[in-house]
């Protein structure tokens, strides 16, 4: 690799595991951790680590200047159930830090970007069963209609100015290395934490709500394998759908049961139910598996396995 890959937003959920398997590939020292707080001590100690807000455009100059970075990935930003309680932060944190990235690709300070959509692209007024990739996108949360304007401006870069940049649409990501914050699907994360600890959850979507998940794992490899793929693979500039699992809150808890038969879920709809409930049930990712030949490995069994053996060990070595 010709220069050094800096994350930005290294040490929230996707961050970190995406930090400590690109220094585990391309060497420690080719990756620069950066955050507007500090990681847990592993990604810490692994590796170079800057201070950078996310919307401060001069002071990632520099730290690219410094470093001689050619590679960003963007993943700070404000998710959906937080964001819909600070719209304007959320908005200048999400947009300001996309400009700042764009800006430097297009002046060639950098060579390729990755910035991450969401689900939350879509809304009520989306075929909510398979969604396509291309189709009616209405969001209606402060989050969904920052990620949908920045999947135009990534195309409208990359079109313009050749701004090799590359995206995807998350479905929810579980995870147990580092906690979420703020999302409307936490909820796939925090059931194996009270499934551990007290054996019963209180969910707060309804039973039913069928939304689009994903594996860390997974996510992490999507993310790596679309910034190596060739360029000319990747067709789509705005960003891709990218699905593995589709699961309820009920389905969830029946699959935790095999493993703990005593486990008990109720449900209590709070206000992150009105947000699951615009976004899509199922995606059709199936552009992202001809183009950059996209796979998931991960399915419900194997992920609730993984899980409550990760958090399992978690609760043992803080004892
Ligand atoms: N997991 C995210 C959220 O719930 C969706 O991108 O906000």
New binding site residues.
Partial sequence: MAGKILIIGACGQIGTELTLKLRENYGNEQVVASDIREGNEELMQSGPFETIDATDGRLIETVIDKYKVSEVYLMAAM???TAEKAPMKAWNLNMDSLFHILNLAKDKKIKKVFWPS???VFGPTTPKEQTPQTTIMEPSTV?GISKQTGERWCKYYHDKYGVDVRSMR?P??ISYKTL?G?????YAIEIFHEALKNKTYTSFLSENTSLPMMYMNDAIKATIDIMEAPTETIRVRSSYNLSALSFTPKILAEAIKKEIPDFKIDYAPDFRQEIAGTWPSSIDDSQAREDWRWEHDFDLQSVVKEMLAGVKAQFAAKI
């Fill in positions: 998710l959906s159930a969401s689900i939350a989050y998350y929810g990501i979420p703020g999302g409307t699907t936490d």
